[in-house]
């Protein structure tokens, strides 16, 4: 099946701060992938979508100022928070819909980035 | 838009039982995905079933089969015959069929606990 990786998988950063999470496609080409931030005990939610070669689409109530996403290859995405703080630690998460093959319907996960602000 | 609405925050089931899951959604479209997938401790999601809007026959992977009523817009999960390892937090998803850029609308979950 395909395979989505992040990078890292657990991060402790200073307040103030700035931290790069990496997602991968391993073994397909993905235009989009999306971006989600789960809190303890509750729902994924969407924060963004990513597309290659252009700019991000936010949520409402995200701000595309701090969350900075690169799009830039068909099998990498970027999510970097900027100027981290303590209520921006949460459990992020990437996810990618395959361009094209017998998967293209299916949303394939990364297993997640744990985000520390101190 | 459209929304997806798990009642149940936690069901328990014994191993060898079954368990039903339920799930309503919202909408005015007529073509879309259903989804359910599964979160174990590790976090890492778990495609368990999909149902396409358009197909009346149910959905069946194994022990897992949905029961989906689209006049009603419920699309409850039935695991059969639970193990150990079905434990774990379980979400109702939502997603147009409109190609790979349309987004996933998740419930809030359910957490499944099973009991020997």
């Not at chain 1, 094209?100 to 985000?115: A, D, H, I, K, W």
């Not at chain 2, 495609?47 to 358009?54: G, N, S, T």
């Not at chain 2, 150990?84 to 379980?90: E, N, R, V």
Request: glycine share 4%.
């Amino acid at each position: 099946g395909a395979v989505v990786s992040q990078h890292p998988s657990w991060v402790i950063c200073k307040s103030g701060t700035s931290v790069k999470i990496e997602c991968r496609s391993l073994d397909f080409q993905a235009t989009t992938m999306f971006w989600y931030r789960q809190f303890p005990k509750q729902s994924l939610m969407l924060m963004a979508t990513s597309n290659e070669g252009s700019k991000a689409t936010y949520e409402q109530g995200v701000e595309k100022d701090k969350f900075l996403i690169n799009h830039a290859s068909l099998t990498l995405s970027t999510l970097t928070v900027t100027s981290a703080h303590p209520e921006d630690s949460s459990f992020y998460i990437c996810s990618a819909p395959p361009t094209s093959g017998s998967s293209y319907n299916e949303q394939f996960f990364g297993p997640g980035t744990r985000l520390t602000v101190l | 838009a459209q929304t997806v609405t798990q009642s149940q925050p936690e069901m328990s089931v014994q191993e060898a039982e079954t368990v039903t899951l339920s799930c309503t959604y919202d909408t005015s479209e007529s073509d879309y995905y259903l989804f359910w997938y599964k979160q174990p401790p590790s976090r890492q999601m778990i495609l368990v079933i999909r149902q396409e809007a358009y197909k009346q026959q149910n959905a069946t992977e194994n022990r897992f089969s949905v029961n989906f009523q689209k006049a009603a817009k419920s699309f409850s999960l039935k695991i059969s015959d639970s193990q150990l390892g079905d434990a774990a937090m379980y979400f109702c998803a939502y997603r147009l069929y409109t190609g790979t850029a349309s987004k996933l609308t998740f419930g809030t979950g359910t957490r499944l606990q099973v009991t020997l």
